[in-house]
């Protein structure tokens, strides 16, 4: 019992200084009262022990749970303040305790400030952030063209871990880049627009109607944002493009038909009120495509009348044009002519017909007639030189022919009414005999020097004048060989047989006849010069034959009348 009382001495006097100690004096007191037995008394005062260690354990636990929850916030405080200083890139907040000191509630209560403070920064730049994204992707959308766009902010993901300064300004960069590429897209727009508008003045066609075709955005009417995607943009080109190719065309179709009435105006000598009509269309041709932007400039209209003009002044002009085409070739045939060139050939008929049936662009005609005379011009004076020195040539040959029939009349020095006339002439025909083989060479010089310098062989009346003259010095080379051997042959025949030729030897008669002064190309009619020549060269060959043949004959004749 001894035992047992020890501990509840021990036990009471340290309760004494406790609510419970109180209330066990007055248990003591009423057991001691009541008499109650010791061992019930030790058995009440265990239970009442263990009740009080059981309600000591369970406020142990719980104050440990407490100060495990509060160890477990303020590790999580920490964490989550360190997680937002990362998170927002920053290094430190104000207000953050450096050391921990006190008890875990007033290390609690002393993070508790800096933490609000970083949830609120957070926050705000979770706002912020979403906003940027917001109008990116709204800007995103109207640039890819995309006609509808939900702002819900579901639709924005946002990384809660990278929310620094850097990372918003990377997201309002990208927001400024999009602005900009937004407002050039617009700006775009608005050029493409304006070209449009200003090319369908120009041409009158219907600008609004082409836009709203184009996107029914670009139209100001509407009243709805406009769309400038690559497609839209790409499209705006495409029809600029075609406009303007299109005023290109019709430019260039006005061109042709101002430059076609100018000529009809000039071929037909149209009078200043005809040529104020379509005065514009003249202005235009000085114009180039760039220059052209006066509303009204080139209609289709305008082109309708100026065609229509063209037209009727085509249907006029054919007769203008045969008239003028008959002059010109006559102009050609004359030039060629006095310069004995091969006149070009020039189907006539054939052109008159074209004319008349509208299938030869008349002034073209005219233009290649004009061509052909200045070419022929230009030739013919590079012929002149030498075809004055072949006139002085066939004069030359002339006077030869005729002191050839002079010198071979007998009668020639008898006295008559034109011997005196015909006398002077053959002084003055010896003369230019005596000219022609340094002319005929001066000719044969210069000729081969223009053919070396215009590659090709000089034509006299369509015959080539080098062959002409060689044939000519070969003819009288052979007549001065042939004047050799016949006197040659009057030597060694007696004198009255010679006298007795003159009966059966036709000759010239100076007195009796004239000899022709026969011009260039009149005294052998339609023969080309080199036939005319050498039938010349013939015929004078013939008579020298002739005359030797008579002289063998009265030769013989003589012999046999001698003859023992």
């Known amino acids: 019992m001894g035992s047992l009382q020890t501990p509840i001495g021990m036990r009471s006097s340290s309760l004494l200084d406790m609510s419970c100690g109180y209330l066990l004096k007055e248990l003591q007191m009423i057991?001691?009262?009541v008499g109650e037995d010791k061992f019930e008394r030790e058995k009440v005062l265990l239970d009442i022990e263990q009740e009080c260690v059981e309600a000591y354990r369970r406020k142990v636990d719980h104050a440990n749970i407490s100060r495990s929850r509060l160890h477990q916030e303020l590790a999580e405080s920490e964490a989550e303040l360190t997680h937002l200083l990362l998170c927002l890139g920053?290094?430190?907040?104000?207000?953050?305790?450096?050391?921990?000191?006190?008890?875990?509630?007033?290390?609690?209560?002393?993070?508790?400030?800096?933490?609000?403070?970083?949830?609120?920064?957070?926050d705000e730049r979770v706002k912020q952030v979403r906003s940027v994204k917001v109008e990116i992707q709204k800007i995103s959308a109207e640039i890819a063209g995309r006609s509808t766009y939900e702002e819900s902010s579901t639709n924005i993901t946002i990384d809660d871990n990278d929310l620094s300064i850097k990372k918003l300004e990377e997201y309002q960069n990208e927001l400024h880049r999009l602005h900009d590429e937004k407002n050039e897209?617009?700006?775009?727009?608005?050029?493409?627009?304006?070209?449009?508008?200003?090319?369908?003045?120009?041409?009158?066609?219907?600008a609004s109607m082409i836009i709203t075709k184009i996107h029914p955005s670009l139209n100001d009417l509407y009243g709805i944002s406009k769309n400038i995607s690559d497609d839209i943009l790409k499209k705006l080109n495409g029809t600029v493009v075609s406009l303007e190719e299109e005023k290109q065309k019709r430019l260039e179709k006005i061109h042709h038909l101002g430059r076609a009435l100018s000529n009809l105006w000039n071929l037909m000598d149209a009078s200043y009120e005809d040529r104020q009509k379509f005065a514009h269309v003249i202005e235009l041709l000085s114009f180039?495509?760039?220059?052209?932007?006066?509303?009204?400039?080139?209609?289709?209209?305008?082109?309708?009348?100026?065609?229509?003009?063209?037209?009727?002044?085509?249907?006029?002009?054919?007769?203008?044009?045969?008239?003028?085409?008959?002059?010109?070739?006559?102009?050609?045939?004359?030039?060629?002519?006095?310069?004995h060139m091969e006149t070009p050939s020039t189907e006539v008929g054939d052109i008159i017909n074209l004319v008349d049936s509208g299938e030869i662009d008349h002034v073209e005609l005219l233009n290649a007639m004009d061509e052909k005379i200045a070419r022929a011009k230009e030739e013919a004076a590079s012929r002149k030189v030498?075809?004055?020195?072949?006139?002085r040539w066939m004069l030359a040959r002339d006077e030869e022919r005729w002191l050839e029939e002079y010198d071979q009349d007998e009668n020639r020095y008898s006295v008559s009414r034109n011997a005196h006339r015909n006398l002077r002439r053959a002084e003055r025909a010896r003369k230019e005999v005596s000219k022609i083989t340094g002319l005929v060479e001066s000719i044969l010089v210069k000729t081969k020097s223009w053919e070396a310098e215009r590659q090709k062989v000089f034509l006299y009346n369509e015959e080539p004048l080098v062959a002409m003259l060689q044939e000519y010095n070969n003819l009288r080379q052979e007549k001065e060989v042939e004047k050799l051997r016949l006197r040659e042959k009057?030597?060694?025949?007696?004198?009255?047989?010679?006298?007795?030729?003159?009966?059966?030897?036709?000759?010239p008669s100076t007195s009796s006849r004239g000899i022709s002064n026969r011009s260039i190309n009149g005294g052998y009619g339609s023969?080309?010069?080199?036939n005319r020549k050498l039938s010349?060269?013939?015929?004078?060959?013939?008579?020298?034959?002739?005359?030797?043949?008579?002289?063998?004959?009265?030769?013989?004749?003589?012999?046999?009348?001698?003859?023992?």
């Open 288 to 339: 180039e495509p760039s220059d052209v932007c006066a509303p009204g400039s080139i209609t289709s209209s305008i082109i309708q009348q100026a065609e229509a003009e063209v037209k009727r002044l085509d249907q006029l002009k054919a007769s203008k044009t045969k008239e003028l085409f008959l002059k010109k070739q006559k102009e050609l045939e004359t030039t060629c002519n006095i310069s």
């Open 536 to 564: 010349r060269g013939f015929n004078n060959t013939t008579n020298y034959t002739a005359l030797g043949t008579s002289l063998r004959r009265e030769s013989s004749v003589i012999i046999k009348n001698t003859w023992p």
């Open 90 to 122: 920053e290094r430190s907040v104000p207000g953050r305790p450096e050391k921990k000191e006190g008890t875990l509630r007033e290390q609690l209560d002393a993070i508790a400030p800096a933490l609000r403070e970083m949830r609120l920064r957070k």
């Open 31 to 33: 057991w001691d009262e």
């Open 490 to 507: 009057k030597k060694t025949i007696p004198q009255p047989v010679a006298q007795q030729d003159n009966f059966y030897v036709a000759r």
């Open 386 to 391: 030498i075809i004055e020195k072949v006139d």
């Open 527 to 530: 023969a080309s010069p080199l």
């Open 185 to 206: 897209r617009l700006q775009k727009v608005e050029i493409y627009i304006c070209a449009i508008r200003d090319l369908s003045a120009t041409m009158e066609t219907e």
